[in-house]
């Protein structure tokens, strides 16, 4: 049974940082690539940031370019997405996104997610 559980949001101040952690079991991590997403009220769900299953390469919104940072620990099973000079748009419900294709399947998992709010 694959499990993908998002930790580590809350409500910080502008201009203040968190670390949020996802972890997933049941499944192969060094073989899945992980994404961070994120939904705020009223919005579509969009990407945050990305990295591939070694952890060689990211890719990130351009709204969180020099601010978010992702991070992949294979040997614990877990991505990191650190938050730096949050601002209230980034006020949203953040995602984690396990995937992977082998063999001409799609493997897909999801975490249910973990809320960040900033505000003073």
């Known amino acids: 049974q694959v499990q993908v559980v998002e930790s580590g949001g809350g409500l910080v101040q502008p201009g203040g940082s968190l670390r949020l952690s996802c972890t997933a079991s049941?499944?192969?991590?060094?073989?899945?690539?992980m994404t961070w997403y994120r939904q705020a009220p009223g919005k579509e769900r969009e990407l945050v940031a990305a990295i591939t299953s070694a952890g060689e390469s990211t890719n990130y919104a351009e709204a969180v370019k020099g601010r978010f940072t992702i991070s992949k620990d294979n040997a614990k099973n877990t991505v990191y997405l650190q938050m730096n000079s949050l601002k209230p748009e980034d006020t949203a419900v953040y995602y984690c996104?396990?995937?992977?294709?082998?063999?001409?399947?799609?493997?897909?998992?999801w975490g249910q997610g973990t809320q960040v709010t900033v505000s003073s």
């Open positions: 049941g499944l192969t991590f060094s073989r899945y690539a």
């Open positions: 996104n396990a995937v992977m294709g082998y063999a001409g399947e799609f493997y897909d998992y």
